[in-house]
């Protein structure tokens, strides 16, 4: 089983980066397909970012060339780096592991981006 707690939201202006952070523990990090998710005000969570156990990545359309995730196996950490943040990326942040059948959620952090 794996537990996630996710870091590094908060408020940053149009334009801005943050650098989002989930620590995972309890289990065999390495093994499990890491995504980033978000959720805002009205709207139905939605895939952001993956990466695979092998390296592979893929990204929501509406974040390409200004997102980029990444992992630190020996941190037990998945990164998402958020570039040219705009309004329209205001939600709260989830991040989710997943193996074999079993999925797991992080409680969240909060994006707001705003001037």
């Known amino acids: 089983q794996a537990q996630l707690v996710e870091s590094g939201g908060g408020l940053v202006q149009p334009g801005g980066s943050l650098r989002l952070s989930c620590a995972a523990s309890?289990?065999?990090?390495?093994?499990?397909?890491m995504g980033w998710y978000r959720q805002a005000p009205g709207k139905q969570r939605e895939s952001v970012a993956s990466?695979?156990?092998?390296?592979?990545?893929a990204y929501a359309d509406s974040v390409k060339g200004r997102f980029t995730i990444s992992r630190d196996n020996a941190k037990k950490t998945v990164y998402l780096q958020m570039n040219s943040l705009k309004p329209e990326d205001t939600a709260v942040y989830y991040c989710?592991?997943?193996?074999?059948?079993?999925?797991?959620w992080g409680q969240g952090t909060q994006v707001t981006v705003s001037s």
């Open positions: 309890g289990s065999i990090f390495s093994i499990y397909a």
């Open positions: 990466l695979a156990t092998v390296g592979i990545t």
């Open positions: 989710n592991a997943k193996y074999g059948g079993l999925s797991y």
